[in-house]
């Protein structure tokens, strides 16, 4: 059984720092590229980053780029989102995901679709 569990998520103020982990179990996680994304209530799920299946491609949203970085470590079944310089319009639910990996990473992994598996989310709120 596939489960992706997010952690890390919480209150802080705005210009702070978090850190997410996504820990994967029941799949081989060197085969599958992963992707983080946000959800406001009322919104659609939106991209933020993904990164490839031996960490040697990342892709990050226009909205967090020089603010986020993303990194996996496949030893530990572990990925994260380093998130700096928060702001409270980053304020969502976080999901992580991850999708088989195939030859098309930059069009194929900012969309939702193409995800296998998905975590159940952590809440980030960023105080003003």
């Known amino acids: 059984q596939v489960q992706l569990v997010e952690s890390g998520g919480g209150l802080v103020q705005a210009g702070g720092s978090l850190r997410l982990s996504c820990a994967a179990s029941?799949?081989?996680?060197?085969?599958?590229?992963q992707g983080w994304f946000r959800q406001v209530a009322g919104k659609e799920r939106e991209f933020v980053a993904s990164?490839?299946?031996?960490?040697?491609?990342?892709y990050y949203a226009d909205s967090v780029k020089k603010r986020f970085s993303i990194y996996r470590d496949n030893a530990r079944n572990t990925a994260y989102l380093q998130m700096d310089s928060l702001k409270p319009e980053d304020t969502a639910v976080y999901y992580c995901?991850?999708?088989?990996?195939?030859?098309?990473?930059?069009?194929?992994?900012?969309?939702?679709?193409?995800?296998?598996?998905w975590g159940q989310g952590t809440q980030v709120t960023v105080s003003s």
């Open positions: 995901a991850v999708g088989l990996s195939t030859g098309r990473y930059y069009t194929q992994t900012p969309q939702t679709p193409y995800y296998d598996y």
């Open positions: 029941g799949l081989t996680f060197s085969d599958y590229h």
């Open positions: 990164i490839s299946w031996n960490g040697g491609r990342t």
